[in-house]
């Protein structure tokens, strides 16, 4: 079972999750490129809690407890490490917008050379399995609703076995890295 993600920005959405995920007593590491929005996302987190505490839905303890769940991180090196997934919650930018109309290597090579992250999304999919990626997206949908239902491409390829670099194939095509194509 997962036990140790990361989320990758701290505003709004992050911090529920983040939040979200340490109730349910996973590990979170939570990293934001501004240590403002990671302190304000304590803050948040701390006074949701302690509203839990007076209503009587949990202990002084047990909301402490949660707290020390969450790890705030400051570079991505320290939030992709030892952790099982990754969870991405920063802000819509050009490249995701052009989603619709340009294909998995633009945007990758977009999140790359852009948010400076090291794998694109389709990159980072293939890599941590899409098995898993369903799995999270089943979860999170049943946890916060429709909006983060699994496109049907992911849906497609699981079924077909497809999951990543570990059956060989994904979104890319990992059987040409022998024949010296390196991804
Ligand atoms: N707020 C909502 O109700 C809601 C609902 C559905 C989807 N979303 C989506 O979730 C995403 C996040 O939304 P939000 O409302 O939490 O935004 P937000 O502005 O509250 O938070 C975004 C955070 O990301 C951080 N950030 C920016 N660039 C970063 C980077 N390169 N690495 C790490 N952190 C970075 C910012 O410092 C900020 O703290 C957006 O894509 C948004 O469309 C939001």
Redesign the pocket.
Known sequence: MIQNISV????????GIAQALAMGGKGVKL????EE?LQK?YSGITKSLSRFVKAGRMTEEEAQEIVANIVAVTT?EEACKDVELVIE????NLA?KEEGVAGKEEIDKAIRLG???PMGPFELADYVGLDTMLFASQGLTEAFGE?FRAPQALVKLVEAGHLGKKTGKGFYDYTKEKEGVKR
Do not use: K, T
């Open positions: 990758i920005g701290s505003g709004i959405m992050g911090s990293y934001d490129v501004s929005s996302a991505l919650a920063v802000p819509e995701l948010l400076n992250y909006r």
